[in-house]
Structures are given as C-alpha cells and as structure tokens.
C-alpha cells in the first residue's frame, strides 16, 4: 500500500505557464528547495533563475 502523500503548505507550489496559460498547483515531497522549471502540460520553461547583480560592483562602476 503506498503511503499518502501529507500535505503541507511549503511543499505546494502555485504556478502560471504564459505559453499555454495553464494554472496549476504542483504538490511534491521535496523539500522548499524544489522550484519546478517546466510547465507539466506543455513543456516550455516557466521558471528562469534570475541573473544575480553585484550591487558593490555596479558602485566601483558608476565612481569612475
């Protein structure tokens, strides 16, 4: 008998796919460092790591 899956709020993560507009919840037992980056009904990728910025060097920068 497989054991059901308890839910808890940080396992549950809400997503919107632009490409296909679909809206869904994806529910997992991974743990709050899983971020899924595909949408589950058509494929395209949903989520972008975003490009981190070194506000200390954007400063060097402008003082020059």
């Given amino acids: 008998m497989n054991k059901p899956i308890e839910h808890h ?5 809400e997503l ?10 994806v529910e997992h037992e991974m743990g709050i ?6 949408c589950v009904f058509c494929g395209e990728e949903i989520y972008r790591e975003e490009e981190s910025i070194d506000y200390d060097e ?7």
């Fill in 9 to 13: 709020d940080e396992n549950c993560i």
């Fill in 16 to 25: 919107f796919c632009d490409e296909c507009g679909a809206d869904f919840t």
């Fill in 33 to 38: 460092q899983y971020i899924p980056h595909y």
């Fill in 58 to 64: 954007i400063d060097k920068e402008s003082i020059h």
